[in-house]
């Protein structure tokens, strides 16, 4: 009889909770509640979790084998468009600047912002074959559902979300910009990245937004930031990167509009992060 009070009431508290939580759902909001995708800043509160979710999707038997090439599902060169079709005008403007660029030259006065999601460990990301589409319901996702193989390290014209994500699980550091962002300081966060570690991937995207043109992604966290500066970026990605949950080195198969391959800056490792930080 104990016992049975002791569920309903969990039950209820767990309802309860269900429906006052107004940050992310992991993987998944419960059927009944509608994920609230957007905007909000927020630190996510792994208690919130339901238990349920967690366990099912570690025991998601289809998973698609990651980094072998597999003409069926993903070969890195067939089905891209998918993605990102360079041969359609609606797709082909991911990487130009299409509005005022005033409107992206940043705010001394706005804040950087790092916002932290609870990945539990037992949570393994799906892979998806090139014939189904991927779409994320946080604006600028650090977890998630993506193509079974990842990008070659380094900078390029452009690269799209479904294929970065992946190489944010093995540990990289992604460094996104909007396209109207300030070319100088765009170039300076690039080789701010470049000299911090050889596991990055660069890419102009339009995740970013007017208040803050930048962002980082690692797995689970991102930060975003309106006007450049090296001690924040280098900050971030000493605390965050490497730390995704699948930790290998082995560069990616993709490499659709690599413009610059990564150098190795201490080990293929990254057993130093940034080594020309000033510390004090
Ligand atoms: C996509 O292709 C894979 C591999 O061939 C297959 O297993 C899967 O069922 C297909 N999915 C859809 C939605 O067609
Ligand atoms: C181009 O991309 C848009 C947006 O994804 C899509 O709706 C449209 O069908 C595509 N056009 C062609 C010709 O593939």
Redesign the pocket.
């Known amino acids: 009889m104990l016992r049975w009070i002791a569920v309903v009431l969990t039950l209820l508290i767990y309802v309860q909770a269900a429906e006052d939580w107004k940050g992310s759902w992991f993987p998944d909001a419960p059927k009944t509640l509608a994920l609230e995708g957007g905007e909000t800043i927020k630190t996510v509160n792994g208690n919130a979790l339901p238990e349920g979710d967690t366990v099912k999707e570690k025991k998601s038997p289809s998973r698609v084998a990651m980094g072998i090439e597999n003409p069926d599902c993903d070969d890195a060169k067939h089905g891209l468009a998918i993605d990102f079709?360079p041969y359609?005008v609606?797709?082909s403007t991911v990487y130009m600047c299409l509005e005022p660029k005033s409107d992206y030259k940043g705010d001394y006065n706005m804040d950087a912002v790092i916002t932290e999601h609870m990945v539990p460990s037992a949570y393994v990301a799906n892979h998806k074959c090139m014939n189904s589409s991927i779409e994320y319901a946080e604006r600028i996702p650090s977890y998630g559902t993506h193509r079974p193989l990842w990008p070659r390290y380094g900078e390029y014209m452009y690269v799209p979300t479904q294929r970065w994500l992946h190489n944010s699980e093995h540990g990289a550091v992604i460094a996104l910009y909007h396209p109207c962002a300030n070319k100088q300081q765009v170039d300076e966060l690039k080789q701010i990245v470049k000299e911090c570690l050889y596991r990055h991937v660069i890419t102009p995207s339009q995740l970013p937004n007017k208040d803050r043109p930048f962002a980082l992604v690692t797995w689970h966290a991102t930060l975003e930031f309106s006007v450049l500066q090296r001690t924040i970026v280098e900050s971030f990605i000493e605390k965050y990167a490497l730390k995704g949950p699948e930790q290998t080195h082995r560069d990616g198969q993709y490499d659709h509009l690599l413009v610059d391959p990564a150098k190795v800056v201490s080990t293929e490792d990254d057993s130093v992060l940034c080594p020309k930080k000033q510390r004090d």
């Open positions: 079709d359609n609606t797709h």
